[in-house]
């Protein structure tokens, strides 16, 4: 019963084995997501008591726009679509980003 679900599991599980190997090592790592709660964590507990949930909602989402925007930054200089051309079936010149 474990094998068979194993065996169905293995192509999400090596899913990362198919981008090139400069990128395996961000793509497994959970340090990003660590630090992403790390600041949701911080930035909630300066502001305190919420008034009510839509205001947390806010917060968060807030944060998380932020952190999205710093990442896409940072993913300019690591993950480019040279580097990932190599498993796109769509030529890089063609990608209109």
Known sequence: MLAV???GAEPDVLACMSFPAQH???LHSTNPLERLNGEIKRRTD???IVPHEAA???LVGAIL???NDEGAVQRT???TLETLATMS???SSA???
């Open 46 to 48: 300066v502001a305190g």
């Open 65 to 67: 726009l932020e952190q």
């Open 5 to 7: 679900l194993m065996d």
């Open 95 to 97: 990608c209109p980003l």
């Open 89 to 91: 079936v769509i030529p």
């Open 77 to 79: 200089r690591s993950m």
């Open 24 to 26: 395996r090592s961000t």
């Open 56 to 58: 947390i909602t806010r």
